[in-house]
């Protein structure tokens, strides 16, 4: 992915990512950005691990219908969200809590924090 986005150096956009990323790739996120002289902004959407099965488990079920593969053993998903709680966080990164918020007010809450930096 490095690559591509080295590639595809142009200014004026903005980079929207919505997977989760160790500090190995946010370093060179923040270094692309300095490098344009552009804003960078990190955001990680946090949850209760009760809330964020609940979640999947809402998900897993909308998607059974699809059939498009077999669901996620409960074992993996814990694994990963163990993983995601663990990791090492960037000292700048901006927690926004999504219990009781919408997809709505989520981006609602990244453009403020955005336009106050």
Known sequence: MQRVIEKRETSNHI???????????VRFFRELAKKH???FFLFE???PQDVLLARIKDRMAQKANLATRKPMALS???????IHVNKEKDSQMR???TI?????KIAE???????NR
């Open 45 to 47: 959407l946090t949850a």
């Open 15 to 25: 980079l929207s990512l919505r997977q989760g990323f160790y500090l190995e790739h």
């Open 95 to 97: 927690l926004i809590d």
């Open 109 to 115: 809450k990244i453009l403020k924090e955005m336009k």
């Open 76 to 82: 993996r998903i814990m694994r990963n969200i163990n």
């Open 100 to 104: 009781g918020s919408t997809p709505q």
């Open 37 to 39: 002289k552009a804003s």
